[in-house]
């Protein structure tokens, strides 16, 4: 399956950092929708008051290697590009199956009743919106072998606190 | 009905001309004089009304009046997906259709538009005409793709042929903990593209069978499909057969070893809603990820 190849960069939110504004969802989805609707961005944010720790989380893609996306679509719809490291749908090609929607674990794409197929974050093709637009930093580019660290530190080693 | 004459009318009631086309073909195919048919030219010399279109606002009152004045035994044959359904021209502003809401419907013959072999081989059917001797006329001809059939055994009913059917010809229904998938035939145009799209080959557009029928809702291909339920919520979300499509598909893509697909094989008993609402089941997901992108790397 494909990899990315050395050098790419990839989006890491870090819960602790995140102030709960959720800019990040109406600039997605005025970028990708052209209006404020958040129930049409690609990235979602949780916050939970009742909670003593990681009071805040994000689905977001992670832009997997070997993509368990990729793997199930029939189609070829979604494709991990490997100069760029991202993992990126093509709607026209996409039969709208809701494979990946059930095979992602974090269920990352969404299913766009309008045009009947799933989508998901393209990585805005370079210049991720969220990104721009979160003003606190927990949401940033990184290389993607750091972002793996990063990733094992946040959700591996420490204890989940509820 | 096979001694006297039958007189045939044939009205268009507002289609595209296809189907009539089809019927001029079918009558063209053999001699009509021999099958004890004629071609009558108005309908109060007529005792069959042979219909095509879905009937607007204009052609409905004439439909009235041509079916009024054909002659007893009224034999009225709907030809085509529009007589049956309306077809492409369901919810115009002006029609007033599908036929059999105007008047009674004794026959109808499947297709968009139905060849003119099956028109010909529904008629004999219906007026037990002596065909001997025609079959190599009324045989399916090479190419044609006929009706698609689904194969309850490889349907994991995901509904992506519902997405695409342009015809509208594909029901997903379910309650509970079932999910049907119904292919209707009275609406299907034989494009193939539920065939195309089919993501487990369980669609498989197939000529040869008989494309006439007394009822609308007679000619189907069904698959039921056991959904299952979220571990959290309970809900029923997604069918066992494309949970389990995914899993060996990710089997034969990904190599994923023993623990890696225990943990992604569980992360899918929950539904994609739970998945992505609670800050616990984000967080599990994201560890799942985190954990497959670590191996990957390492």
């Known amino acids: 399956m494909a990899r990315s190849q050395p050098g790419t960069s990839v989006i890491v939110f870090e819960p602790q950092l995140c102030t709960g504004c959720r800019y990040c969802e109406i600039a997605c989805a005025v970028w990708h929708c052209g209006r404020i609707d958040v129930t049409r961005s690609r990235i979602r944010i949780l916050f939970d008051e009742g909670r003593t720790a990681e009071r805040y989380a994000a689905v977001n893609c992670q832009h997997c290697d070997d993509a368990i996306c990729c793997a199930v679509c029939p189609s070829e719809a979604l494709q991990k590009d490997q100069k760029t490291g991202w993992v990126t749908q093509n709607s026209t090609k996409c039969v709208g199956c809701e494979m990946c929607i059930v095979a992602c674990p974090l269920s990352v794409p969404i299913f766009d009743p309008a045009l009947k197929v799933a989508v998901k974050c393209d990585f805005c093709l370079g210049a991720p919106e969220c990104v721009k637009h979160c003003s606190s930093g927990a949401l940033r580019l990184c290389a993607r072998e750091e972002a793996v660290q990063l990733n094992a530190r946040l959700y591996l080693s420490a204890k989940d606190d509820r | ?298």
């Open chain 2, 1 to 298: 009905m096979s001694a006297q004459v039958t007189r045939i009318f044939r009205f268009d009631a507002s289609g595209c001309n296809g189907c009539d086309v089809e019927v001029l073909e079918a009558t063209a195919l053999v001699s009509l004089g021999e099958l004890g048919i004629e071609i009558a030219e108005r309908p109060d010399d007529a005792n069959l009304l042979v219909v095509t279109g879905g009937a607007n606002v204009k052609s409905k009152r004439e439909l009235e009046i041509a079916y009024n004045a054909i002659q007893a035994p009224k034999t009225v044959v709907a030809v085509g997906s529009c007589a049956a359904t309306m077809g492409i021209f369901k919810g115009g502003y002006a029609m007033a259709g599908p036929i059999d809401t105007i008047i009674p419907v004794d026959l109808y013959i499947t297709g968009c538009p139905p060849r003119p072999q099956v028109i010909l081989g529904a008629l004999a059917d219906a007026l037990h005409l002596n065909v001997e001797g025609m079959e190599e006329l009324l045989r399916t001809p090479q190419g044609f793709r006929g009706n698609p059939h689904v194969d309850q055994a490889k349907c994991v009913g995901c509904g992506a042929c519902a997405h695409v059917c342009p015809a509208d010809a594909i029901e997903i229904a379910g309650s509970g903990t079932k999910r049907r998938v119904r292919f209707m035939h009275k609406d299907c145009i034989f494009c193939g593209s539920c065939q195309d799209v089919c993501p487990s080959e369980a669609v498989e557009l197939r000529a040869g069978r008989k494309e006439w029928f007394q009822t609308k809702e007679a000619s189907l291909s069904e698959a039921y499909l056991a959904v299952r339920t979220c571990r959290l919520c309970g809900a029923a979300y997604t069918p066992d057969a494309q949970v389990a499509w995914a899993l060996r598909r990710m089997g034969e893509k990904l190599s994923l070893d023993a623990s890696d697909r225990g943990m992604v094989e569980r992360s899918l008993g929950i539904c994609m809603e739970c998945r992505r609402k609670s800050i616990a089941e984000v967080r599990e997901a994201k560890r799942i990820l985190a954990s497959l992108a670590r191996g990957a790397s390492a």
